[in-house]
Nanobody, 126 residues
Framework: QVDLVQSGGGSVQAGGSLRLSCAAS????????MGWFRQAPGKKREGVAF???????TYANSVKGRFTISQDNTRSILHVQMDSLKPEDTAMYYC????????????????????WSQGTQVTVSS
């Protein structure tokens, strides 16, 4: 069992920055792969950024170069720094985890992640 409690988010103008955090507790083996998803109204939930136990990171093409995922040494705190935000980044953001050794590249299935945070809204105005 893993508990994920998210903080951060809010509203910002285009070009601005926000930082999301996620506090994780519980089974460490179920936190091998941790990352962030987002879901805009009327759209499917999509993977954004992921990090593995060895620190390897992967990003969706839409956020590459603008978002940075990180975690502390104990893998208990997950962050995503979101810079140069665009209106199309507006969505509910969730952190998630699973036991996979490798998170994958380019496409992440929400159904592969059994543990989720409560979500937080990010709104970017033009």
């Amino acid at each position: 069992q893993v508990d994920l409690v998210q903080s951060g988010g809010g509203s910002v103008q285009a070009g601005g920055s926000l930082r999301l955090s996620c506090a994780a507790s519980g089974d460490t083996n179920s936190r091998n792969c941790m990352g962030w998803f987002r879901q805009a109204p009327g759209k499917k939930r999509e993977g954004v950024a992921f990090i593995e136990t060895d620190g390897r990171t992967t990003y969706a093409n839409s956020v590459k170069g603008r978002f940075t995922i990180s975690q502390d040494n104990t893998r208990s705190i997950l962050h995503v720094q979101m810079d140069s935000l665009k209106p199309e980044d507006t969505a509910m953001y969730y952190c998630a985890s699973n036991s996979f050794r490798r998170c994958g590249d380019g496409y992440w299935r929400p159904s592969d992640f059994p543990y989720w945070s409560q979500g937080t809204q990010v709104t970017v105005s033009s």
